[in-house]
């Protein structure tokens, strides 16, 4: 076996419109495929991959200490932040610092842990 690529990541949601209202209207992605019901919708990022949203009946379920989570890069840190505050986003965790890169981590309305990622310059 050989893997090629992440193909997408995908986050449980309970309200498909709720999510989308999130991702599209705070975070600002554009919708790429999705389902004419709601079930399912993909957002294609610029710089490559791809983030889908899956509602469902509770098969899959939502949460921040699932263990997994989306990594978004971002050009300015700060300002993403802010953003996310302005528009009263949970912030689980604020801007912090790794030898590499800066990140903080949020919390979709689904309980779903966001973080946001922007390296450091060299």
Same mark, same amino acid.
């Given at each position: 076996m050989k893997l090629e690529k992440v193909a997408f990541t995908v986050y449980p949601t309970t309200d498909g419109k709720r999510a989308r209202e999130f991702y599209e209207g705070i975070l600002g992605l554009a919708v790429g495929s999705h389902s004419s019901n709601g079930v399912w919708t993909e957002y294609d990022l610029p710089g490559g991959g791809c983030f889908a949203l899956f509602q469902n009946d509770g098969m899959i379920k939502p949460s921040a200490n699932a263990g997994g989570t989306i990594a978004f890069e *971002? +050009? @300015? #840190? +700060? !300002? !993403? *932040? !802010?953003? #996310?505050?302005e528009k009263q986003v949970? /912030? &689980?965790? @604020?801007i912090f610092h790794s030898p590499v890169? &800066?990140?903080? /981590?949020v919390i979709d309305p689904d309980g779903n842990s966001i973080i946001f990622h922007q390296l450091k310059k060299k």
């Open positions: *971002v +050009d @300015d #840190l +700060d !300002a !993403a *932040v !802010a953003h #996310l505050k949970e /912030i &689980r965790m @604020d890169c &800066r990140q903080a /981590i």
